[in-house]
T-cell receptor, first 120, second 115 residues
Framework: EAGVAQSPRYKIIEKRQSVAFWCNPI?????LYWYQQILGQGPKLLIQFQNNGVVDDSQLPKDRFSAERLKGVDSTLKIQPAKLEDSAVYLC??????????????????FGEGSRLTVL | AQSVTQLGSHVSVSEGALVLLRCNYS??????LFWYVQYPNQGLQLLLKYTTGATLVKGINGFEAEFKKSETSFHLTKPSAHMSDAAEYFC?????????????FGTGTQLKVEL
């Protein structure tokens, strides 16, 4: 079974530029998450989708960050304009929560390898 | 609101020695608890989880953790460290209240294994 795919793995941009990250979750997983992991900190949830609807985006800086999951499969996270403090690893994860016919969901998330953003 | 505290951002052990990584949580209801491991330049991988039932849970690579409700703890242990265990370890809690399947992570503990 293929895991969560993310691209690009690395991106370097200057402040005020824009960047987009792509994520393809595990096939059949209804719920998709974007986490931000700043160096030395634990991952912080930015946004959670179930199918193509937003469940939680309370910690997404909506003035510069946007995310979409059209068709309920893959997702894109965009930052525009980027700030120095956006330098981080952006992790995508998926889970069975809300997946029709799935076994009882225990909360396990499956993570991609992450996209490392450096803002200069 | 739920939260996780990991004591010690860096832990160093000798190869063959006991590994103990500490995690305390706060949650208004019995939570689900997780330990994830992150190797350099990789995503997070589940080590083990506690949902219900037996409070001592065993995971991959010889790790185990015990849920102690009275102490609100979920410490991770391994009897004998191996060089390949060097990585960052994250404790996480999933509350059962509020919306979604929100996982809250601790700040992580970097484990170093020395010869």
């Amino acid at each position: 079974e293929a895991g969560v795919a993310q691209s690009p793995r690395y991106k370097i941009i200057e402040k005020r530029q824009s960047v987009a990250f792509w994520c393809n979750p595990i096939s059949g997983h209804a719920t998709l998450y974007w986490y931000q992991q700043i160096l030395g900190q634990g991952p912080k949830l930015l946004i959670q989708f179930q199918n193509n609807g937003v469940v939680d985006d309370s910690q997404l800086p909506k003035d510069r960050f946007s995310a979409e999951r059209l068709k309920g499969v893959d997702s894109t996270l965009k930052i525009q304009p980027a700030k120095l403090e956006d330098s981080a690893v952006y992790l995508c994860a998926s889970s069975l929560m809300g997946t029709s016919g799935a076994p009882i969901d225990t909360g396990e998330l499956f993570f991609g390898e992450g996209s490392r953003l450096t803002v200069l | 609101a739920q939260s996780v505290t990991q004591l010690g951002s860096h832990v160093s052990v000798s190869e063959g020695a006991l590994v103990l990584l500490r995690c305390n949580y706060s949650s208004s209801v019995p939570p689900y608890l997780f330990w994830y491991v992150q190797y350099p330049n990789q995503g997070l991988q589940l080590l083990l989880k506690y949902t219900t039932g037996a409070t001592l849970v065993k995971g991959i690579n010889g790790f185990e953790a015990e849920f102690k409700k009275s102490e609100t703890s979920f410490h991770l242990t391994k009897p004998s460290a191996h060089m390949s265990d060097a990585a960052e370890y994250f404790c996480a809690v999933k509350g059962l209240t509020g919306g979604g399947n929100k996982l809250t992570f601790g700040t992580g503990t970097q484990l170093k294994v020395e010869l």
